[in-house]
């Protein structure tokens, strides 16, 4: 495939020096098969080794790389620059969290509202190749989430400053509750709380944008329909 010329509009922050934010612009000749990240790589390497962006599996499995590409929440690891229509490509961080330099944000709050007990997650992050049946040679996730952040960043509540729970969080509380349903108590008390369900506006972004069809959008509406179940059930008897 011929070399395009593409210049990389980057948003630079760096708190005391780059501050406030503003954009860079980078020139790069590329075989249009690259993906964004692999421009972010050469960038680094090649003009300026201060710039700040994660990644780690370059495959879509560890969700560190996400960030606004033309505006809109991707993987920088599996956008190729050839899927982008314009020749000038737009990076910025994701929204809705604390920045912390040029595109990497906090994703700490994030983390901390998907409970480690969940039983997604033991199964899915802390299995060890000694747990693992005879005759498994490796394991797969049990869910597609990534805990990339896309949703929240896409969701219009996260920036309106609301304390709302988040997309990812809801679905991973879902999918918690049918496979540990002794729990739902508990789980039905966040998924109602004051940064529960009622404050998803039903925008869909969380679902539109999601690199790994896990449809928070759906997940919020089962949680809405068992929330609007049991206050029918309480309003019926209110003992
Ligand atoms: S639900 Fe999708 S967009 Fe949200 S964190 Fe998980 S993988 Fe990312
Ligand atoms: S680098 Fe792991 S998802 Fe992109």
Not at 124 to 138: F, R, T, Y
Not at 147 to 163: F, I
Request: charged fraction near 25%.
């Amino acid at each position: 495939m011929p070399i395009k010329k593409v210049i990389f509009k980057i948003l630079r922050y760096k708190p005391g020096h780059i501050d406030p934010a503003r954009f860079q612009e980078f020139t790069l000749e590329v075989d249009p098969a690259t993906s964004v990240l692999d421009a972010l790589e050469f960038i680094r390497l090649k003009q300026d080794s201060t710039l700040m962006y994660r990644h780690s599996c370059h495959h879509s499995s560890c969700g560190t790389c996400a960030c606004r590409i033309n505006g809109i929440e991707r993987l920088t690891c599996i956008t190729k620059i050839q899927e982008l229509a314009d020749d000038t490509i737009t990076l910025t961080p994701l929204e809705g969290f604390k920045p912390i330099g040029d595109l990497v944000v906090d994703m700490n709050r994030f983390y901390d509202d998907i409970s480690e007990e969940w039983s997604y997650l033991k199964k899915a992050e802390k299995v060890k190749s000694i747990d693992l049946p005879a005759g498994i040679g490796h394991f797969s996730r049990f869910e597609n989430c990534i805990e990339c952040g896309a949703c929240v960043s896409a969701c219009p509540v996260r920036h309106k400053n609301a304390p709302f729970i988040g997309p990812a969080v809801l679905a991973a509380l879902n999918c918690e509750l049918k496979k540990a349903p002794q729990g739902a108590k508990d789980l039905m008390a966040i998924a109602g709380s004051k940064r529960g369900e009622h404050l998803c506006e039903r925008a869909l972004n969380c679902s539109r944008v999601c690199p790994t069809g896990v449809y928070p959008a759906r997940h919020i509406a089962d949680l809405r329909r068992l929330i609007e179940k049991k206050n029918l059930e309480k309003t019926a008897n209110p003992k």
